[in-house]
């Protein structure tokens, strides 16, 4: 979804489909997800299509008298019928769906809503960033008639349709499948499209604005104003300013290329252990993903994990390259020029790194890494993802060039060989084997 007037397909729609259909009013819907990714656009349209009408009340903008209605549930019809009033919309039983939008906002309302799923007269539809919710629901009862949906800025295939193409990506599932190359003619005009989506994003705003200017400088400043508003929203809700100065400092922390995001390089002094909450709530926030050191890899990933140990990912690979550079006007900016011409430098390979981290989240995908120590004491190999694959693990080794090398697979793979299911090397070249590890090009990331 994206700005006004304009709508993106998204494949989330579907789901909510499925919910609709199977539910049948007995769990309400919550979509949650980052400010800016188009929940509002896409849960509004959904309500259009298939409903015979529709409340949506903004929690972030709506006025008292609608919050007031939350604080007594004991009389529903006295509350659907100023609802019906206020907004001019009739209400239809089981016809007709009542949306919360941004419900962080409103706790009480999110409470109802164990009552108004009870009552079943209507659906509920919930949207909200939740990136203050830990502290507006510590005094309510979470419904547990809630179905919780994930919801992610738009991922290369959105971005593919958004531009008119609905063919590449059937047509790339049947060459990962194949195991065969594309062909360089055809794999060079792939990486192309890939890279222009790695550099506007899937921020729908953004998305919107590339297709109404073709223009990247216009891209990169509705980029600058999400990041700000996220910025924002982290000092508002972590008033010692960690989870801002955390988030901007992800491009710095990735460029070190160590083996953990180092928070007392940031704040020094800080130590790692006091700012684990802080993490998770940023986490939570799905503005970014963090990926977390996995101590003894095995099928059961996160038994292992260290909390105190972790890499962090822009949620939105758009907003990383801004992220990355936000220190110098766009004029100045010369990492659109050469990632757009493929000549971005070895030491800006961790944008390949956070695009392929993006991917992995967008299909449900929790993020775990592993190093392992060099005999010299001085560094780390190190295995970008690993992914549950069967009863075993598949590691991912990322490199943002065409090199084939992989190194870290290679010791991986002498010290755990019986629980490895399958080898990745993401690279930008086209689709080859290299002995038993699948060489395989960035864009078909989302197909593991």
Same mark, same amino acid.
């Given at each position: 979804?994206?700005?006004?007037?304009?709508?993106?397909?998204?494949?989330?729609?579907?789901?909510?489909?499925?919910?609709?259909?199977?539910?049948?009013?007995?769990?309400?819907?919550?979509?949650?997800?980052?400010?800016?990714?188009?929940?509002?656009?896409?849960?509004?349209?959904?309500?259009?299509?298939?409903?015979?009408?529709?409340?949506?009340?903004?929690?972030?903008?709506?006025?008292?008298?609608?919050?007031?209605?939350?604080?007594?549930?004991?009389?529903?019809?006295?509350?659907?019928?100023?609802? *019906?009033?206020?907004?001019?919309?009739?209400?239809?039983?089981?016809?007709?769906?009542?949306?919360?939008?941004?419900?962080?906002?409103?706790?009480?309302?999110?409470?109802?809503?164990?009552?108004?799923?009870?009552?079943?007269?209507?659906?509920?539809?919930?949207?909200?960033?939740?990136?203050?919710?830990?502290?507006?629901?510590?005094?309510?009862?979470?419904?547990?008639?809630?179905?919780?949906?994930?919801?992610?800025?738009?991922?290369?295939?959105?971005?593919?349709?958004?531009?008119?193409?609905?063919?590449?990506?059937?047509?790339?599932?049947?060459?990962?499948?194949?195991?065969?190359?594309?062909?360089?003619?055809?794999?060079?005009?792939?990486?192309?499209?890939?890279?222009?989506?790695?550099?506007?994003?899937?921020?729908?705003?953004?998305?919107?604005?590339?297709?109404?200017?073709?223009?990247?400088?216009?891209?990169?400043?509705?980029?600058?104003?999400?990041?700000?508003?996220?910025?924002?929203?982290?000092?508002?809700?972590?008033?010692?300013?960690?989870?801002?100065?955390?988030?901007?400092?992800?491009?710095?922390?990735?460029?070190?290329?160590?083996?953990?995001?180092?928070?007392?390089?940031?704040?020094?002094?800080?130590?790692?252990?006091?700012?684990v909450d802080v993490v998770k709530m940023?986490?939570?926030?799905?503005?970014?993903?963090?990926?977390?050191?996995?101590?003894?890899?095995?099928?059961?990933?996160?038994?292992?994990?260290?909390?105190?140990?972790?890499?962090?990912?822009?949620?939105?690979?758009?907003?990383?390259?801004?992220?990355?550079?936000?220190?110098?006007?766009?004029?100045?900016?010369?990492?659109?020029?050469?990632?757009?011409?493929?000549?971005?430098?070895?030491?800006?390979?961790?944008?390949?790194?956070?695009?392929?981290? *993006?991917?992995?989240?967008?299909?449900?995908?929790?993020?775990?890494?592993?190093?392992?120590?060099?005999?010299?004491?001085?560094?780390?190999?190190?295995?970008?993802?690993?992914?549950?694959?069967?009863?075993?693990?598949?590691?991912?080794?990322?490199?943002?060039?065409?090199?084939?090398?992989?190194?870290?697979?290679?010791?991986?793979?002498?010290?755990?060989?019986?629980?490895?299911?399958?080898?990745?090397l993401v690279y930008t070249k086209d689709l080859?084997?290299?002995?038993?590890?699948?060489?395989?090009?960035?864009?078909?990331?989302?197909?593991?």
């Amino acid at each position: 979804m994206a700005t006004k007037n304009k709508l993106f397909k998204r494949k989330l729609y579907d789901k909510m489909l499925k919910w609709k259909q199977e539910s049948n009013g007995e769990t309400a819907l919550l979509i949650e997800g980052a400010r800016r990714i188009g929940k509002s656009t896409l849960v509004e349209e959904f309500a259009k299509n298939e409903y015979d009408s529709y409340i949506l009340i903004d929690f972030s903008q709506n006025a008292e008298e609608v919050n007031n209605l939350f604080k007594d549930l004991s009389d529903l019809n006295y509350i659907f019928l100023r609802l *019906q009033v206020m907004y001019g919309v009739t209400l239809h039983e089981r016809k007709s769906v009542i949306i919360f939008d941004e419900v962080q906002m409103q706790p009480l309302a999110r409470q109802a809503i164990k009552h108004l799923v009870k009552d079943h007269r209507y659906d509920y539809i919930e949207t909200g960033s939740l990136i203050s919710i830990r502290k507006n629901v510590k005094d309510i009862v979470i419904p547990s008639e809630e179905m919780r949906m994930p919801m992610y800025p738009m991922d290369f295939e959105e971005f593919r349709w958004a531009l008119g193409d609905t063919a590449s990506m059937p047509l790339l599932r049947q060459i990962f499948e194949s195991r065969k190359p594309l062909g360089e003619a055809a794999h060079r005009k792939m990486m192309r499209n890939f890279r222009l989506y790695m550099l506007v994003g899937g921020m729908p705003q953004a998305v919107s604005k590339y297709i109404e200017t073709n223009n990247l400088s216009a891209v990169d400043m509705v980029k600058r104003n999400i990041i700000s508003l996220y910025e924002e929203d982290f000092r508002k809700i972590d008033e010692s300013g960690k989870a801002a100065a955390m988030f901007d400092a992800i491009p710095a922390q990735l460029s070190k290329n160590t083996s953990r995001y180092k928070i007392s390089s940031v704040f020094p002094g800080e130590k790692q252990d006091r700012v684990v909450d802080v993490v998770k709530m940023m986490e939570e926030s799905k503005v970014i993903n963090a990926s977390y050191h996995c101590d003894d890899p095995n099928v059961g990933l996160a038994l292992t994990k260290d909390p105190e140990y972790y890499k962090m990912y822009a949620g939105d690979t758009g907003l990383f390259v801004t992220l990355a550079f936000k220190s110098k006007e766009f004029t100045d900016n010369i990492i659109y020029q050469k990632l757009l011409s493929d000549k971005l430098e070895a030491n800006l390979g961790y944008i390949y790194e956070n695009v392929v981290a *993006q991917m992995l989240r967008a299909t449900g995908k929790d993020l775990y890494y592993h190093t392992i120590k060099k005999p010299d004491g001085k560094g780390y190999y190190e295995i970008d993802f690993l992914i549950a694959d069967g009863s075993k693990v598949s590691p991912i080794e990322v490199k943002s060039s065409g090199y084939k090398a992989h190194t870290s697979i290679d010791k991986f793979s002498d010290k755990f060989s019986s629980r490895i299911q399958r080898k990745y090397l993401v690279y930008t070249k086209d689709l080859q084997k290299d002995g038993d590890t699948l060489c395989l090009p960035v864009y078909l990331t989302p197909f593991l």
